[in-house]
């Protein structure tokens, strides 16, 4: 009867072993899982190699300064200060203001998607005297980078797609930071070629630089302040136009200098007024003194000499009470009053007229005198004596009336005067002060904006104030990729793994392959072994074919 022996697997596996033996072991047993992990490391470093274009840079310096144009602002202007400025921009400020994404898009489109994104031949920058390896090597790349490098070209120069990848390429590839302790700015660009990241670093920098003038430029604030200077002249003028009509209207001249000469007028009516009440007053007494006397008889005149004609005095007397009155009612025209009363002035001026023209009529306008006419004053008739002093009170009434009435119409005038002249004053005060503060706040404006104006100039046609220092460099130098390190870390990594692989598929094997295992897992010693010889293979071989037929 044929015993089949199973193998015996060691469960105990290699706890016996150090980390060490348990390494060398795995080596031997799996040297060629290693290997062939090495190789394809190093494989996959060549490819990475291959697949990753040439990287050149180039450097370039802006300066920055900050002046009056970058602190200038709208308050500038129109402030009540004479120098109202912003704060200086911070290189924090700066660096900011150049990050945006904007910059980067101007110069995408600028240089064109296709050259940002495609690239450069690696067997461009070969020297003449290049070896064969190198130009094989340089020929093997550029045919995989045109083998898995995406294609470019779009149907318009404006894709967005394109112009996107190209933006994050330069964003990737561009690395702007301040000099510690200065005002230096210090831009670099990475590109497949050196003469591509020099075209970048100069395209970046004039965007940085307009961008920078765009920013701080006072073309905005010029126009801005023209239209407010221009709204200034106009405000001026109309104030300066408003005065000299108002001066045109009323005169230089204050109007209350014509009030004196109308109280003296009023003052002058008044004391005649007065003098005419006074002497109808001793007119009454008279005419009282007149009613109590006898009248008698006109004695006999004697003449001893030559009649002369003289003029009557009562017809004189009579004429300029008409000529006073025909004054009156002429001036009556020129008095502001009401129509009603004007009227009842008039019917009263009419109704003395006409007693003064039946009187002139009766009286003759002259006498005959005889040069030696003797008679006694005292027998003169008392009839006529209180005829001409009733005359004389009726016209003295008349004035007294119309001399009354013109004080009246003097008064309401002097009084309209004075508010004309109150209010022309403050008008033309008001006036003036409007257009001396228009044409200060003009001469402000004007002030600042020729300032203003002359910065914006050097915004035209001066340099900003960030400025390049130092100009795109031309790096003929790569800076990758490192092929080397490439296969380097290949050949590590797949070491490595196939280390790690050796380690884990010795440690997890239970199968008794030498005596000191099998010792280990029976717990006794081994006698003999058996060799591994090809003839006993072959004859084990045979035996186990032959009972199995049997």
Request: aromatic share 2%; hydrophobic share 45%.
């Amino acid at each position: 009867m044929n015993a089949s022996i199973e193998p015996v697997r060691d469960d105990g596996g290699e706890r016996g072993r150090g980390p060490l033996q348990v390494l060398v072991a795995g080596l031997r047993r799996s040297w060629l899982l290693v290997g062939g992990l090495v190789l394809l490391g190093a494989a996959v470093g060549v490819a990475f190699g291959l697949l990753r274009p040439n990287v050149y840079a180039s450097n370039a310096k802006l300066l920055l300064r900050v002046g009056a144009r970058e602190q200038m602002t709208s308050e500038s202007l129109i402030g009540l200060e004479r120098d109202v400025r912003a704060a200086p921009p911070s290189m924090l400020d700066e660096l900011q203001m150049l990050s945006d994404a904007a910059i980067l898009e101007r110069v995408a489109r600028e240089l064109g998607p296709r050259a940002l994104l495609q690239p450069a031949d690696p067997r461009r920058a070969d020297p003449p005297d290049a070896s064969a390896l190198l130009r094989a090597w340089h020929g093997l790349q550029a045919l995989a980078l045109r083998a898995f490098a995406p294609a470019h070209d779009c149907a318009t120069t404006d894709c967005a797609f394109c112009t996107n990848l190209a933006v994050k390429a330069l964003r990737i590839g561009t690395t702007v930071e301040n000099e510690p302790g200065s005002n230096v700015i210090r831009l670099t660009t990475t590109s497949t070629s050196p003469e591509q990241a020099r075209a970048i670093a100069a395209a970046l920098a004039e965007a940085y630089i307009d961008r920078h003038r765009q920013q701080f430029s006072l073309q905005a604030l010029v126009e801005a302040s023209r239209a407010k200077l221009e709204q200034a002249q106009s405000d001026r003028a109309a104030a300066a136009s408003a005065y000299a009509e108002h001066v045109d209207q009323h005169g230089l001249a204050d109007l209350g200098s014509e009030i004196p000469g109308l109280q003296s007028e009023i003052r002058s009516i008044e004391s005649d007024l007065f003098a005419a009440r006074v002497r109808r007053t001793a007119i009454a007494r008279q005419l009282d003194v007149l009613a109590g006397k006898p009248v008698a008889a006109a004695p006999a005149l004697e003449f001893a000499g030559p009649t002369v004609m003289v003029p009557n005095e009562e017809y004189e007397t009579q004429l300029l009470l008409k000529r006073q009155l025909l004054t009156s009612k002429q001036s009556l025209s020129l008095e502001n009053l009401p129509k009603l009363e004007a009227q009842r002035r008039a019917q009263l001026i009419d109704a003395q007229l006409a007693t003064v023209a039946e009187a002139l009529a009766r009286t003759p306008k002259t006498l005959a005198q005889h040069t030696a006419a003797r008679a006694p004053v005292d027998d003169i008739a008392a009839s006529t004596r209180v005829e001409d002093l009733a005359l004389e009170d009726q016209a003295l009434a008349v004035e007294a009336d119309l001399s009354t009435a013109r004080v009246a119409a003097l008064r309401i005038e002097l009084q309209r005067m004075r508010a004309d002249a109150l209010s022309s004053t403050l008008r033309r005060d008001d006036l003036a002060a409007a257009r001396a503060a228009q044409e200060i706040r003009y001469a402000r404006l004007l002030e600042r904006f020729a300032a203003l104006e002359s910065l914006g100039s050097i915004d035209l046609h001066e340099d900003a104030n960030l400025r390049v220092l130092q100009a795109p460099t031309l790096e003929l130098d790569k800076l990758g990729p490192k092929r080397f390190s490439l296969l380097l870390r290949g050949v590590l990594a797949g070491l490595a793994l196939g280390l790690v692989l050796a380690v884990l598929r010795q440690h997890f094997e239970r199968r008794l392959r030498d005596p000191d295992s099998v010792e280990r897992a029976l717990g006794a010693p081994v006698l003999a072994v058996v060799p591994d010889l090809a003839s006993l293979r072959r004859l084990s071989n045979g035996a186990v074919l032959a009972e199995s037929r049997a």
